[in-house]
């Protein structure tokens, strides 16, 4: 339904599922490097609290 009424482009479903999946975890799993080279510790709670609302505002734009 959403591709259809143009709120999702037509992509492979799974794309989608593996974008939002890598987009969850890629900061936790690069977290020593991303320290390393910005200072951010994204392991915090703080972080991890900012991160979910970004990944939620991206994503589901309308229902964050």
Do not use: W, Y
């Not at 900061?27 to 972080?47: C, D």
């Amino acid at each position: 339904k959403l591709q259809d009424s143009g709120h999702l482009p037509r992509v492979d479903p799974i794309s989608v599922v593996l974008m939002v999946t890598a987009a969850c975890q890629m900061p936790f799993l690069l977290a020593p490097e991303i320290l390393a080279a910005t200072g951010k510790n994204f392991l915090t709670q703080a972080a991890i609290k900012d991160h979910a609302d970004a990944v939620t505002k991206i994503f589901l734009r309308n229902g964050g």
